[in-house]
């Protein structure tokens, strides 16, 4: 395991720089923060002696697929802020589809369709009720600790969101705003359920409020007045069961294998409004909830509700929650500004990472069990390891044989350890070397995931490491930047860099995953929208006084009307099934001047809803290209 | 070049097949139209004796950089529906940057900042005037025949608007609509002025309208009365200098490099309204436009005016241009729904595909100018060749080596061809052998362009093809398949396939250049904004009774204020300068709940104006990654 060439952070030479920093050092962290982004850490021991970059290049590159192969697996992306989760084929990091979500897309006519406008939610008037978001994090549901190809969540943190993805035909179908909270950042499916062993799979999906605010947010100043939330939405409905009134922030989420146990980790311990007391703390906490328990309290009626929401609001304070037999939470302490809280894949460990501290914490989930049964004198005593791995560590996934990969966000590195070495070394044995290889990425790594990490399945083949600054790794575009994110072949030993891959900003997280696991639909069914125009004599324009309905198919090269008739202040609907039933046959829908733009895949319904304002000559025509005739496909809309 | 392997198409086993095919044949055509898309033709013995694909892949793929590898070439490529324009690395493939023109972008702020809002364009209650956008062709200004780094322009096909890129910072700049035209389709700046040799750049934008529309749109049911206009756009104003009434409708366009030709390419000569009519004659165009005779002729106040645009237009039509002498137009005839009018790089020659005739026309310059001379009898004698190339021809792109690439939809292939063994074969040398080679492609590609190919530098190494379907490429995800386009390299006698990359629907055309043409700024000027905020101690609320300035700087990790108050009902600018100068330094702010999302990056100043209508505590924070403490960075926004 040891190598000449890498000087491990336990090692003397190591330890001035990687020393847990107390909050002098932090100060001066804090002045010199353009120096992060400016240019990467000067040479270290550590960074000299990482891995060469794509030493193993030459050869059979895993990343590089010839024409027509395809990837093996699927990588789920959070958009980041164009809103939607991106599909990847891995290794070769190709974007093979976007799905819209929170924002308008005027591809599929995401924000335009009615349809999809009942998903996003609108104001009074009609229009889509936000039009930005933050999407960070995606995670799947799961059935016996796999994935199980059902559905996919995502955050947006500006406003609160949480969006699901139907993995069958890969489109966004719901979308809950969490009450009560801002700032919603962290979210984790479930993995079973904490009483019933018959649930298996996902039921859950758990949410961690960020900001503290006023409840209800009436305004007042007196920040100690403000609270953070967790909240639970169920899996199926999308409706939000409970939320638990914390001490502290919510940052990520963790879920156990076993269903009893969510954490959220907290870098806000001291409550503070700005930046200089939100790292006053040596320590902050990881945050457990006994979900078995919080739902029986629930049930029992022991919660509030704030302002017009009616989600039930059980008390998870450190004050309300001093017996460990009755506690709904249990606050662990883990050093300054946590960032990241990853279940490892044998089902026994949380492992918190610093960010301000250059530790790990890795607790041991059965022993937070005992802490509740109060077998345990104290949360702390759960923690079974806390180690040094160098400066920044943000996120860890896992490879399935025991080694953890966490991201060095100041010292641009991806250190991979090994768990148990870890617990060894943290419980006396020096000799433990726990740090197995460091690679330099490019630059300044935020998340970072593994092939089929968050599962028991971990199959430790690829990683992929999500750079916040790409600086000079692309041909120069501008001020804007893309950020870079990297594959790394860790298959063997040694980490080995595979390929950078620019993306469009602030994706953060993302999951990996074989592509066996999920069924993807390519063709829908007619029947499963309740406005088809199932046959094209259907087609018409039907007239309400100004009530306009307007039924049109489409089959390449024409829709079924080449002409209709409206007068000005009709309102009107337009529904358009698209009849070709073939593979990949996607017909788009564009009405000149009228701000209309939408697709309808094979044998899919979608309505649009106008005033007919302007007078004059349309041609709608066919955006998606379908047939040899395809620019020749148009209808006129005449509007007397 | 003759190679055992390859049946061209003007040998007898080809013919029946490629032959010139007539309206009955064409019939048929139209009602299998589900089989183009369904499945790639039946082998036959020009597709089975295309180039292997991928035969060269093993060993050194330019397409696969090794990490950290700079791109040696820019694409820049039209974003289709999305509404923007995309750089890419190449041979890579990589997308670097998505460049917000049409429609708005959640990450930039496009449409929520007032200086882009500004650039779209808005309503009188200050809403978005559009949302949506079809662009579909993107180029680049020119001076002695090659790019020269200034502007690229794109166009919205559904609300004829033209927006223009700077190629320093890699933003739009300005947007003009297009008066009087629908479906404005074909773009191509100008590469010099037709009288003036020292004008030897792009001054002028032409631009095609391919929906005939009533002049004025009154609606008027009688589509013998429609007509449609090819424009021409000032570059540097963005103003529409003047537009040509014409027979038949604009599709593409080209421009040839004296400056003293444009043309576009006609599938509709007929006029028809119905697709069936707009294939019924054998013969459409292709049209010339005499850049010099119509600027005179605006000059000399022979114009029209429609409706409320006060644009000159000036008479194009057959009828009114019989004499050459005079004549501003000139239509010489192509075979059948031309698709594509594309430049040689050797100046000589406009190449018109033919769609649903299996043909190219190969049209010299140089005989056009004859003919509006009175020195050639009619405009069909400037043909010098029109050859049979396979099923379906769109779009043609050159090495700079004599050959041309055409794609054939139908064929699902790129065919080599060479342009001086074509008009040998067209001149009765029935021993010419002009097609060099044939590659399949997957599947139905569109555009395609080869590097510096509509330059006078065409260098003939890559060539990018844009398959409109991708069927079987890619990982299923869904109903919605990305488009695959692929890279070849064309360095060789043979074509080799290198790579497939999946790209969101509807990307359509693309241009890629040498990477020294352009020298991208990476840091703003802060002097360049108006509203600049210097000096973080300029920060603060300025109130005017209900109308509110609030300006704010960011340094990392901290905006200026840690806290602004507002009233209920108060009229708000926010202006945010980010005081941070490193490159890649973006900051972001978000304000919940409020629909606001921009970046600001280094030394950029953007401004929002909202309505304080929701009182309460907002956090508003940083949304791009920009320091360890990222997540701390953070205002609060309280609105009484």
């Excluded at 920040?223 to 922030?249: H, P």
């Excluded at 900003?505 to 993807?520: A, N, S, T």
């Amino acid at each position: 395991m040891k190598d000449e060439n890498t000087v491990t952070s336990q090692e003397p030479s190591g330890l001035g720089r990687r020393r847990f920093m107390n909050s002098a050092a932090l100060a001066g962290l804090t002045l010199g923060v353009a120096a992060c982004a400016e240019k990467k850490s000067d040479g270290t021991p550590a960074a000299a002696g990482s891995a060469p970059a794509a030493a193993g290049h030459a050869g059979g590159n895993p990343s590089h697929l010839k024409p027509g192969e395809l990837d093996s697996y699927y990588g789920l992306w959070s958009g980041g802020h164009t809103g939607d989760v991106r599909v990847l084929g891995l290794p070769s990091g190709r974007e093979i589809l976007r799905i819209p979500c929170f924002n308008p897309d005027a591809l599929v006519g995401w924000g335009i369709t009615n349809e999809s406008k009942k998903v996003m939610g609108t104001k009074a008037d009609g229009s889509l009720r936000y039009t930005v978001a933050d999407t960070h994090h995606v995670h799947a549901s799961y059935k016996d600790g796999n994935y199980d190809g059902r559905y996919a969540w995502v955050n947006d943190k500006i406003n609160s969101r949480i969006a699901r993805i139907r993995l069958d035909y890969f489109v966004c179908d719901k979308i809950t705003e969490l009450p009560n909270v801002q700032g919603f950042h962290g979210i984790f499916p479930d993995k079973a359920d904490p009483v019933d062993p018959k649930i298996n799979y996902t039921t859950r999906v758990f949410c961690g409020g960020e900001f503290a605010i006023p409840l209800p947010n009436t305004g007042t100043e007196d920040s100690s007045k403000y609270r953070s939330l967790f909240s639970c939405v169920d899996a199926e409905t999308m409706d939000v069961r409970w939320q638990v009134l914390i001490d502290g922030n919510c940052d990520l989420v963790a879920t156990s294998y076993d269903g009893k146990l969510a954490a959220t980790n907290q870098y806000n311990t001291e409550m503070g409004a700005k930046y200089e007391d939100m790292m006053s703390a040596e320590r902050d906490a990881c945050l457990f909830f006994n979900v078995a328990r919080i739902e029986a309290a629930v049930k029992a009626g022991k919660f509030k509700t704030y302002g017009d929401s009616k989600v039930p609001v059980v008390d998870g304070t450190r004050e309300s929650n001093k017996d460990p037999k009755t506690a709904l939470t249990a606050y662990v302490s883990v050093p300054k500004n946590p960032h990241g809280v990853n279940a490892s894949p044998d089902a026994k460990y949380f492992i918190c990472a610093g960010k301000l501290s250059p530790t790990a914490t890795v607790i041991e989930l059965a022993k937070v069990l005992e802490y509740f049964d109060g077998k345990l004198e104290a949360p702390d005593k759960a923690i079974v390891a806390e180690v040094e791995l160098g400066l920044g560590p943000l996120h860890t996934a896992f490879d399935g044989r025991g080694n953890a990969y966490t991201t060095l966000f100041l010292d641009s590195q991806v250190v991979k350890w090994n768990v148990d070495a870890a617990i060894k070394f943290h419980g006396g044995d020096k000799s433990a070397k726990y740090v197995v290889d460091r690679l330099d990425v490019q630059y300044q790594p935020g998340h970072l995931n593994a092939s089929q990490s968050e599962t028991r399945a971990a199959d430790g083949k690829y990683l992929a490491v999500g750079c916040k600054f790409s600086k000079d790794r692309f041909l120069p575009v501008g001020p804007l930047h893309p950020e870079n994110e990297q594959m790394i072949d860790i298959s063997g030993d040694k980490m080995v860099l595979m390929a950078d891959h620019p993306v469009r900003g602030e994706p953060h997280d993302f999951i990996i995953f074989k592509r066996d696991l999920v069924k993807p639909k390519q063709v829908y069914n007619l029947e499963d929208f309740p406005l088809a125009v199932k046959d094209p004599k259907a087609s018409g324009v039907e007239r309400n006084g100004k009530k306009v309905t307007v039924r049109l198919t489409s089959q390449a090269p024409a829709f079924s009307m080449r002409e209709f008739k409206l007068k000005k202040g009709d309102e009107v609907t337009l529904i358009l099934t698209n009849l070709d039933k073939v593979e990949d046959l996607t017909h788009g829908f564009a009405i000149p001047k009228y701000n209309v733009n939408f697709i309808v895949n094979p044998l899919e319904t979608a309505s649009v809803t106008f005033v007919a304002d302007k007078p004059g000559v349309f041609w709608c025509y066919c955006t998606h290209f379908c047939h040899a005739l395809h620019l020749e496909m148009r209808t006129r809309m005449i509007v007397e």
